[in-house]
């Protein structure tokens, strides 16, 4: 059984979702969203973009978790808009601290750019033995886990 938000999210990526869908379904009930909708929502987010190896499906479900703390809501809001894109930065600092990147090629230590093949592989012990992505995710929901203790009431 998950005991933080990032044990949740690791936990959600053991079951088959997807990198982005197992950040952001991790927090998605913080903000009255269902299940079924987070993972919708974050699905085309998985390995870099649709897998097309851009930036990080983590970072982009913990880009999320930020939008749904600190994402305008108006149009003309620019001081709103400011402050999320001032979010979003400071999170990408922080997993680059580590990471040196965002970029999902980057992280996987492929050499392409330009991904066609859209089916995922099989998730086998042998998978999970060459990707870094459960401690990826895991960063990453421990990033906006953080930022979401330290900046607001929410209850973890």
Known sequence: MATTRSDKAVELFKQGYNCSQSVFAAFADLYGMDQETA???SSSFGGGMGRMR???????G?????GMETGATEGRDIEGKKHNYDV???LAAQFKETNHTIICRELLGLDTKNNTDTRPEARTAEYYKKRPCAEL???SAEIIENYLRENTDKVL
């Not at 913990?62 to 930020?66: I, L």
């Open 88 to 90: 979003v930065q400071q």
């Open 62 to 66: 913990m880009f999320m978790v930020a």
């Open 39 to 41: 993972l919708r929502v």
């Open 137 to 139: 995710i895991r960063q």
């Open 54 to 60: 851009e930036v990080c499906g983590s970072v982009s």
